[in-house]
């Protein structure tokens, strides 16, 4: 499932139809044009000067332009067949040091990187497609405030930036309105209590990965330490592990495919800090297994937190493959990243940088749905989906062109279409190489927009000529 601009934007989701038709057109523009800097999406002048207005416009707030996409999103869920469906959250940090004169921004991890903070709520299916947003925060770090971990205890649950996994866990409950069906997943940022304790008393499902020795108060360690061997062996298994590079202290890891063993148990976690509250959950552990003589940089070793019971070995190797998909929001903020290229907007002020990031996300969530959508449902047709039909047109013609040794299928497929762009974009097309990453197809993408360009120019001179000459001869 591809989400269109028009779901994103229907009538009347803005202050009057024609902004919203502007923001179709602007998203379109920053989906299909340039990159880098704001100005740079927008070639041709009259366009340029209407996407300043718009990140101008002091009615546009982000809540605003964002609510037809999350409504757009919670609707997909209520419909979705599937009992269950993920809703992942992450916290990312946008880096704009560059714009020393911008206003709104804080400091980031770094006391001389400023910037933005952005909290996401990505809703996706169990087999990893993305169906929408359904939450987006952004917040700025008060550099007024410091020396926080002395004053945590003291202050309210409600006034620390923790409390965004809370709130997002709501809001996404609140606009879904279907109880059960959202499973909140997220990593070790969201492993506290209060939020644990808040998710069960309200029914909220929640599955999150519990912290390690560091950062974690004594008896919690020592509670989950001390049962993790006691649980019952659901076996070994194998999982995908993505690369991933050097950051946070930790080195840079390879994709690969590690075996782990999968245990699970019950266990009751207490309050911190002498509380007198207690909290029964499920944990299930994964801890990967390296062959003797082999070495391996940063090996797997997970402790799961659920309060969604784990009855048997079935559920706890669920709760293992649907944690596996919260890798998909990583995803998300790399092509945010590498593809939208976001951190090189050149605004002046937060608010204007929240406005293009409106756009900015919407577009890098139908590219992450156009490459899930080509592995979940290769086969489908790709003049079945709105706003690729165009697309697929224009490369089934120039494959048929060429007439190469690689046959062209009667029917464009989703995953055709896909990796014919990629093609485009410097992939092989070989299946050593593997699927196509955020680089390469946004890059794709935007080469066939420009090859587009130019074949609807060709086809307009060709209809003048040709009217031309029928003119002469009449």
């Given amino acids: 499932m591809i989400s269109t601009w028009s779901d994103f934007f229907p009538s009347g989701t803005l202050s009057n139809r024609r902004l919203d038709a502007l923001a179709i057109r602007l998203g379109t523009a920053v989906e299909k044009g340039g990159r880098g800097s704001w100005r740079g999406y927008f070639p041709v002048p009259a366009m340029r000067k209407a996407a300043y207005r718009f990140v101008e416009h002091s009615q546009l707030a982000l809540p605003t332009l964002l609510a037809g996409a999350f409504e757009h999103g919670a609707k997909v869920v209520r419909d979705h067949a599937d009992d269950t469906l993920l809703n992942i959250q992450d916290t990312t940090s946008l880096d704009f040091t560059s714009l020393t004169k911008a206003r709104g921004l804080g400091p980031l991890e770094s006391s001389k ?119 019952t062996d659901a076996d070994v298994r194998v999982v995908q592990v993505p690369a991933r590079p050097a950051r946070d202290g930790r080195p840079a890891r390879g994709a690969r495919t590690a075996t782990v063993r999968v245990r699970y148990g019950c266990f009751v976690l207490k309050e911190p800090h002498g509380g007198r509250r207690r909290l029964r959950l499920w944990g299930v552990s994964v801890v990967e297994e390296v062959a003797l003589g082999l070495t391996v940089v940063d090996p797997l070793d997970w402790l799961l937190v659920t309060n969604d019971p784990i009855a048997d070995r079935a559920s706890a190797h669920q709760a293992v493959d649907r944690y596996l998909v919260r890798w998909t929001i990583e995803e998300f903020n790399k092509g945010l990243k590498s ?123 060709m209809k003048r000529s040709d009217s031309s000459a029928e003119r002469i001869r009449g």
Avoid: C
């Fill in 113 to 231: 990187a400023r910037g933005l903070m952005l909290h996401l709520g990505l809703l996706v299916t169990e087999r990893d497609v993305p169906l929408g947003l359904s939450v987006v925060q952004v917040f700025a770090r008060d550099p007024e405030v410091t020396n926080k971990a002395a004053s945590r205890r003291a202050r309210a649950f409600e006034d620390k930036e923790s409390a965004r996994w809370w709130t997002t866990t709501v809001a996404a409950e609140e606009r879904v309105a279907k109880p059960g069906k959202l499973l909140h997943i997220s990593d070790r940022e969201s492993f506290i209590y209060e939020y644990l304790a808040r998710a069960s008393s309200a029914s909220y499902r929640v599955l999150v990965r519990a912290k390690g020795a560091h950062g974690v108060d004594d008896e919690h360690h020592q509670l989950l330490a001390a049962l993790r061997p006691t649980w």
């Fill in 339 to 461: 593809g939208a290229q976001v951190e090189s907007l050149q605004l002046e002020s937060r608010e204007a940088i929240e406005r293009a990031l409106a756009l900015l996300l919407l577009a890098t969530l139908r590219i992450l749905q156009m490459m899930k959508g080509s592995r979940d449902a290769p086969e489908t047709s790709a003049e079945a989906v709105a706003d690729l039909t165009e697309e697929a047109d224009y490369l089934h013609q120039q494959a048929k062109a060429r007439r190469g040794r690689v046959p062209v299928p009667a029917v464009p497929t989703i995953a055709w279409v896909v990796m014919e762009i990629a093609k485009l974009g410097g992939h092989s097309g070989s299946r050593a190489e593997g699927p196509p990453g955020w680089l390469v197809l946004w890059r794709g993408w935007r080469r066939l927009q420009d090859e587009m360009r130019g074949y609807r120019l060709a086809m307009e001179a």
